[in-house]
């Protein structure tokens, strides 16, 4: 829970662009902890704070962009989950219907849009064990915007 944390001590450490004030930093952080409250570690059990609440993942959340590497990296997650046999909508694939969930779900619990791209490569990364892609890859800008 954030209030046990001294949000600005425990973020004051966290080297980021000069772009990114403290209350940015405890914008992610809280969006990390409210996010991530409720799932689970993809080996079991909660996710362990000290795994979570680290600089890479700020970083994360903080610099990941909406660009082809992250999009193309979040398909790739989506595609390796195994489908809901329940599933029957056919207007929407199983990959998109599960990703707006992902993303509503953020939504709800006020995520700024920026923060969403990093969150959902960290929630495969921490909730579904998915090999994570360097930081920086996430942060280039696609040629054609």
Known sequence: ???QYDLEEELSGIDVPDVYSVERQMMAFE???SFFAT???YCGGPIPQKL???EENIERI???KF???TFDFIYECLGRLPKDPTYSDITVKWETHILLGLFAEMRKLWVPIDFQPG???LYFHLCKGME???TSDCTLVDDDE
Request: hydrophobic share 60%; proline share 4%; charged share 10%.
């Open 1 to 3: 829970m954030a209030t």
């Open 31 to 33: 969006s990390l902890t």
């Open 39 to 41: 799932k689970s570690w």
């Open 52 to 54: 979570l609440m680290t």
């Open 62 to 64: 903080l610099l990941t």
């Open 67 to 69: 660009n082809k590497i």
């Open 119 to 121: 969150m959902a490569v």
């Open 132 to 134: 994570i892609i360097p």
